[in-house]
């Protein structure tokens, strides 16, 4: 394959190009960025709510690579890599609690849930439970740097991306109003959706607010193209805000609780964030939501969405038909986005098709995250030259 010239797509947003075809409908290069986009950045595997009580574990494949999110005994989040250092056998196969040792099924080395290599039966001989060459304090768990932000379990596999807090400083900083617990209801507050087209084209889509009148119809009556603006920090995000938020209610009038101390910007303001590579975020004054973009193929994807609640009441029962009606309404909204995710796909297979032309007044977040992936690309490329 001749690799791709991503000059065009650094260019300013007025004269550059979109990704070539070969980065939605080429393996070699889906591999490619899997290593240099998704690997060795901040991206995101899992929600914390999937692990709430200590000794709870989640197996997940990202990219093919297996992974284990363990809530410790101290209630912190980590991951490892769901390998024994054994034989390489998977650890855990389905989500469930660790209420003494991650044993491994093959021959039972155990690891505690820090990760320490804790048993090893049989391994010197019959009832010979030690041996000279098999050192425990070297064979622990390869842990994988994680983080969790507003629920999110990120994890760097390459190891070499900065501390989450000083890589993603801005979009902190941005929405350090919203640094509170949220809260989850399970079931009735979380979806998947399944798109067959290339994860970034879920990205893309979202960064911007200019489908609006005609993808989304509805919403575009409560919050109109007019009421948006562009959320633009080069290299780290993209995204748009709206001006006009209006809470959902009943027919009693209630609505959801608001987080508490918030500035007035977030009376009828609303933000809508891609956090490069992975993740949609949505925040309001009475809930977020988060969508983490899982690639399971060169062309398909599924987005698993999760919405929390400000206060903790929110998520009791009585609020049950509130929040059915919120996961009803973003589940729709959601939904209206596919056939143009999926019809770009398809776009991506016409073979003449240049990148395409970003409209400089609306393009402006779209062509951010491009720009930020042939620049990942880009410096792969080179320290592996």
């Known amino acids: 394959m001749t690799v791709s010239d991503l000059s065009a797509v650094k260019k300013p947003v007025n004269l550059a190009r979109g990704l070539p075809n070969e980065h939605y409908i080429n393996q070699t290069v889906f591999e490619e960025e899997r290593d240099a986009v998704l690997f060795a950045n901040w991206s995101a595997i899992g929600f914390g709510k999937d692990v709430p009580n200590e000794g709870d574990t989640n197996p997940v494949d990202f990219l ?28 855990i196969s389905e989500k469930s609690n660790i209420r003494g040792t991650i044993r491994c099924p093959y021959h039972s080395w155990c690891y505690a849930l820090d990760g320490r290599l804790r ?46 807090e000083i890589a993603n400083a801005a979009m902190l900083e941005r929405w350090r109003e919203f640094d509170k617990p949220i809260y989850s209801a399970g079931d009735d507050s979380c979806f998947n959706l399944t798109v067959n087209s290339n994860w970034k084209l879920a990205v893309e889509n979202y960064c911007e607010s200019y489908h609006l009148p005609w993808v989304h119809p509805g919403l575009n009556v409560v919050s109109k193209l007019e009421d948006h603006y562009h959320l633009e920090e080069r290299q780290k995000f993209s995204g748009q805000g709206s001006v006009v938020y209006t809470q959902l209610k009943d027919e009693t009038g209630r609505c959801f609780q608001d987080f508490n101390d918030l500035s007035a910007k977030w009376d009828t303001g609303s933000e809508y964030i891609s956090f490069f590579p992975n993740v949609l975020f949505g925040v309001h004054r009475d809930h977020t939501y988060a969508i983490i973009l899982e690639p399971i193929s060169l062309e398909r994807t599924v987005e698993h969405v999760s919405i929390y609640y400000a206060q903790p009441e929110c998520i009791e029962d009585e609020y049950a038909d509130l929040r059915a009606t919120n996961a009803t309404f973003w589940q729709e909204v959601f939904e209206e986005d596919i056939f143009v995710v999926e019809g770009m796909q398809k776009g991506r297979h016409g073979r003449f098709f240049d990148g395409g032309k970003f409209a400089p007044a609306m393009d402006g977040p779209t062509h951010l995250f491009h720009e930020w992936v042939a620049t990942q690309v880009d410096n792969h490329r080179e320290n592996r030259a």
């Open 64 to 91: 093919e690579m297996p992974l284990l999110i363990v809530r410790d005994h101290s209630g912190n989040v980590r991951v490892y890599q769901n390998t024994c250092r054994h034989r390489g056998m998977i650890l």
């Open 119 to 164: 048993s090893t039966p049989h391994v010197g001989g019959p009832g010979q439970n030690l041996h000279e060459n098999i050192k425990r304090d070297e064979l622990g768990l390869i842990e994988i740097p994680s983080y969790v932000y507003m629920d999110v379990v990120f994890v760097n596999i390459s190891g070499d991306a900065q501390p989450f």
